[in-house]
């Protein structure tokens, strides 16, 4: 293990840190929040003086390889997260530093759980809960990828660590050039978002705030009342740029670069929009037909800005979808497990690997009757290597298990199924709001201290893809061979 470059990576996360939280600094400022304004401005100075110091000492081995990548990602998440947590305690938002860190680490890996029954408090503080959506969203290792070089070509171990999906290749030849592409459409798309806000009728700041929880596909609200209390026409583009964030980002890759066939030649995306308009139709029918909306097309816009919102995992809502027939509530819980696209921003399962999983049985059950034919699983008319789809298996078996281990934990609680069973899976897949006691109007803070930190562990190991929260807990990750 190679101690020197992690303590010198984790130093960089600190003064990255330091700089993010500026902004919520300013913020404080232009509200005349002076007490918060020398909150972030001591947290401020303690990060980058904290992480000066610990990236002055350079190491002398810059190698990164795969157990140092996950090891890092981890801790990296961690240590944001613990660091994030400090406005909420030190501005008085709560008094509780777990719920704080539960609220920094929903933020952090666009969950959207929330601890707090109002989510009105300080302009900077809220600012600062929004932004960390956005943070997360595209990775915090991939952005200082994006702007600080790395000898020995090792990045790549820290990129795969962080990014989601069965599989992580570059655009370009160079991975700092490949994070660069990424930040790059990832700022256009908040940038254009930001834009539409801004002409149906919100002002900057909660143009701002939504564009980080949308394109973060996070799902904090800067109201109680939440999206809801927003007019149709800016709900309208909220829907549009959740669905556009759960696309897998390599699609807007190709279209820039004018490759649109490389882009249309993806699987994944295709059974996405298949899946999600189709989700949608039938919902639109049933709580149409239930007296929930008064109209068809209002039916079609609640329920396909409710589709796109578990789907892509960002945990808005415009109606309390608790209430509605048993049969919708069912479909977004299987919809919750689906997750959005690899590479995308969005959480859950991916699409990608229930269609490798789908593929491989059906491969599997022609072999039983043809034990001498030799079957490739394809995706996008290519075929995947052997240990792409082993390790899409071993990844489902450990997602099964920490599922089940989770539920069986919080449920010393003594809530009812539906709310332990759907807070494990709002939180390992990232969607924020479950059913029941957790549902859209709900909020998990009635859970215990352990079943936080159960949650809490969930959450980070769904946005890490569970891989690196689990190395980091293997003791033999920490040995110095």
């Known amino acids: 293990?190679?101690?020197?470059?992690?303590?010198?990576?984790?130093?960089?996360?600190?003064?990255?840190?330091?700089?993010?939280?500026?902004?919520?600094?300013?913020?404080?400022?232009?509200?005349?929040?002076?007490n918060c304004s020398l909150v972030f401005a001591v947290i401020v100075a303690g990060c980058i003086l904290s992480g000066s110091i610990g990236a002055h000492f350079k190491p002398e081995n810059h190698a990164i390889y795969a157990r140092e990548g996950f090891v890092a990602t981890a801790l990296t998440w961690i240590l944001m997260s613990i660091v994030g947590a400090l406005p909420f305690v030190f501005t008085g938002v709560t008094d509780s530093y777990v719920d704080a860190l539960f609220e920094t680490i929903s933020g952090l890996t666009t969950t959207g759980?929330?601890?707090?029954?109002?989510?009105?408090?300080?302009?900077?503080?809220?600012?600062?809960?929004?932004?960390?959506?956005?943070?997360?969203?595209?990775?915090?290792?991939?952005?200082?990828?994006a702007i600080m070089p790395m000898a020995g070509g090792y990045s790549m171990h820290l990129m795969r660590a962080e990014s989601p999906g069965p599989s992580v290749g570059k655009f370009v030849p160079k991975v700092?050039?490949?994070?660069?592409?990424?930040?790059?459409?990832?700022?256009g798309i908040s940038v254009l978002q930001v834009i539409c806000l801004l002409f149906t009728g919100l002002n900057l700041y909660e143009a701002l705030t939504t564009t980080f929880a949308t394109v973060g596909t996070g799902g904090f609200g800067i109201t109680t009342a939440g999206i809801g209390a927003f007019k149709t026409s800016t709900q309208v583009v909220i829907t549009i740029f959740m669905i556009l964030c759960g696309i897998n980002f390599s699609v807007y890759y190709y279209l820039i670069t004018r490759r649109p066939m490389?882009?249309?030649?993806?699987?994944?995306?295709?059974?996405?929009?298949?899946?999600?308009?189709?989700?949608?139709?039938?919902?639109?029918?049933?709580?149409?037909?239930?007296?929930?909306?008064?109209?068809?097309?209002?039916?079609?816009?609640?329920?396909?800005?409710?589709?796109?919102?578990?789907?892509?995992?960002?945990?808005?809502?415009?109606?309390?979808?608790?209430?509605?027939?048993?049969?919708a509530k069912t479909l977004l819980a299987c919809l919750m497990l689906t997750g959005a696209c690899a590479g995308s921003t969005g959480g859950g399962f991916k699409l990608s690997r229930f269609l490798i999983l789908i593929r491989a049985m059906k491969n599997e059950l022609i072999y039983i009757v043809h034990p001498?034919?030799?079957?490739?699983?394809?995706?996008?008319?290519?075929?995947?290597?052997?240990?792409?789809?082993?390790?899409?298996?071993?990844?489902l078996s450990m997602y099964v298990v920490i599922f089940v281990i989770s539920t069986l934990l919080i449920a010393f609680d003594e809530f009812d199924y539906e709310t332990n069973f759907t807070a494990v899976a709002a939180t390992?897949?990232?969607?924020?709001?479950?059913?029941?006691?957790?549902?859209?109007?709900?909020?998990?803070?009635?859970?215990s201290v352990l079943s936080k930190f159960v949650l809490m562990f969930d959450m980070l190991a769904g946005r890490l893809e569970l891989l690196p929260m689990l190395i980091l807990m293997s003791p033999k990750s920490w040995s110095r061979r």
């Open 1 to 34: 293990m190679n101690y020197q470059m992690i303590r010198f990576l984790l130093s960089r996360v600190l003064q990255i840190t330091g700089l993010l939280m500026i902004l919520p600094f300013v913020v404080a400022i232009i509200y005349r929040e002076y």
């Open 176 to 187: 700092r050039d490949t994070a660069k592409i990424l930040y790059l459409i990832y700022i």
């Open 372 to 395: 001498n034919s030799v079957k490739k699983v394809y995706m996008d008319g290519d075929p995947i290597d052997s240990t792409v789809v082993k390790s899409v298996s071993a990844y």
């Open 428 to 447: 390992l897949n990232n969607i924020g709001p479950g059913l029941s006691m957790v549902g859209p109007t709900g909020n998990f803070g009635s859970f």
């Open 262 to 327: 490389e882009a249309l030649k993806s699987d994944e995306v295709k059974l996405y929009l298949a899946l999600m308009f189709g989700s949608a139709t039938l919902i639109a029918i049933l709580i149409y037909r239930h007296g929930f909306t008064a109209t068809p097309f209002e039916s079609f816009h609640h329920s396909l800005f409710t589709v796109a919102s578990v789907m892509t995992t960002t945990g808005f809502a415009t109606l309390d979808f608790n209430q509605w027939p048993q049969l």
């Open 113 to 145: 759980s929330t601890i707090l029954s109002k989510v009105e408090m300080y302009y900077s503080v809220q600012f600062w809960r929004c932004f960390t959506h956005w943070i997360g969203g595209m990775g915090v290792l991939v952005f200082i990828l």
